[in-house]
């Protein structure tokens, strides 16, 4: 069966210092893999998805970034964290953009 | 991206009632799903409804697509507690890589 792990749950970090968010797949070869982030309890804002290795595409113009090094690793970072990057940030997996198999998530606090 | 709004935003029940929570938006839709969400993990798939008019019913949820397939909605009958959580839907266009999601719709059920 296939599973998906996010880590880590929660992250306190100050402004102005990195991020890296890894996510991973196991049992499925070439999903399709998406990082979301939702802002207190509400609706899902897509970041970024990826339909194959080396393949990243953006949905909003921001301080992150995404990248896939192999088929079933995605990672999300940013160089300099703002106050507006705190969030819940979700990884996601899908086969041909059909439902979505979520991670149990990252809460990030940016001080 | 297409835009999906989710009416109410906010629900408080008593056990027992009936509630229906809608889904609406401009755009037609080749398949539209429904997520639960708890407080700290990721969205759980309840349903996919692909076909205009379409009626699924998982124990006492009954989603119903438009025949227009531009709108959805889920009725629970007879709402429990552990009925509580965040109830999202989202879409997929005919083009889209990724779905879109409406801001959710809060659920309290209360004993």
């Known amino acids: 069966s296939q599973t998906i792990h996010q880590w880590p749950a929660t992250l306190v970090q100050p402004v102005g210092s990195p991020l890296s968010l890894e996510c991973t797949v196991e049992?499925?070869?070439?999903?399709?893999l998406y990082w979301y982030r939702q802002a207190a309890g509400r609706g899902l804002q897509l970041l970024f998805y990826?339909?194959?290795?080396?393949?990243i595409s953006s949905e909003v113009p921001q301080n992150l970034s995404a990248s896939r090094p192999q088929d079933r690793q995605f990672i999300l970072s940013s160089k300099k964290l703002l106050l507006s990057d705190s969030g819940f940030y979700l990884c996601?997996?899908?086969?041909?953009?059909?439902?979505?198999?979520f991670g149990s998530g990252t809460q990030l606090s940016v001080l | 991206t297409q835009l999906l709004e989710q009416s109410p935003q906010f629900l408080s029940i008593q056990e027992g009632e009936n509630l229906t929570v809608y889904c609406n938006s401009s755009?037609?839709?080749?398949?539209l799903q429904w997520y639960r969400q708890e407080p700290g993990e990721g969205p759980v798939l309840l349903v996919t409804?692909?076909?205009?008019?379409e009626v699924k019913k998982l124990k006492r949820l009954t989603f119903q697509f438009g025949d227009a397939r531009k709108d959805s909605s889920l009725h629970i009958t007879a709402a429990q507690p552990g009925d509580t959580g965040l109830y999202l839907c989202?879409?997929?266009?005919?083009?889209?890589?990724?779905?879109?999601f409406g801001k959710g719709t809060s659920l309290l059920v209360t004993p």
């Open positions: 996601a997996w899908s086969v041909h953009n059909e439902k979505l198999f």
């Open positions: 409804v692909v076909t205009g008019g």
């Open positions: 990826s339909v194959g290795i080396g393949q």
């Open positions: 989202a879409g997929n266009s005919n083009s889209g890589y990724a779905l879109n």
């Open positions: 049992g499925t070869s070439n999903p399709n």
């Open positions: 755009s037609v839709f080749s398949s």
